[in-house]
């Protein structure tokens, strides 16, 4: 099993950049993908970003160019730095961990950081 915890959410203007970091714990070598979700009040959970054991990322359209998602694998951390948010941003983001764990392909969720962006 993996357990995440994010952090670094927070209240920003327009304009402004945050930068949310997840710390894994437990079986975390079998981490392959790791990523980023977000929720808004009101609206299904939208998929951000996703970076591979290997480092390669992918980005939602919304947020590409504005955001970046890195991982550093010999301290279990990734972070999601986000430039030029907008109101629309607003949302509970989730890091995620995915691998095989056990024989078994499983998803395994951090409890997610609010981030407000004001207009």
């Known amino acids: 099993q993996v357990q995440l915890v994010e952090s670094g959410g927070g209240l920003v203007p327009a304009g402004g950049s945050l930068k949310l970091s997840c710390v894994a714990s437990g079986s975390t070598s079998s981490i392959d993908v790791a990523g980023w979700y977000r929720q808004a009040p009101g609206k299904q959970r939208e998929w951000v970003a996703s970076?591979?054991?290997?480092?390669?990322?992918s980005y939602a359209p919304s947020v590409k160019g504005r955001f970046t998602i890195s991982r550093d694998n010999a301290n279990d951390t990734m972070s999601l730095q986000m430039f030029t948010l907008k109101p629309e941003d607003t949302a509970v983001y989730l890091c995620?961990?995915?691998?095989?764990?056990?024989?078994?392909?499983?998803?395994?969720w951090g409890q997610g950081t609010q981030v407000t962006v004001s207009s």
């Open positions: 995620t961990a995915n691998g095989y764990f056990g024989g078994r392909w499983s998803t395994y």
């Open positions: 970076i591979s054991n290997g480092g390669s990322t």
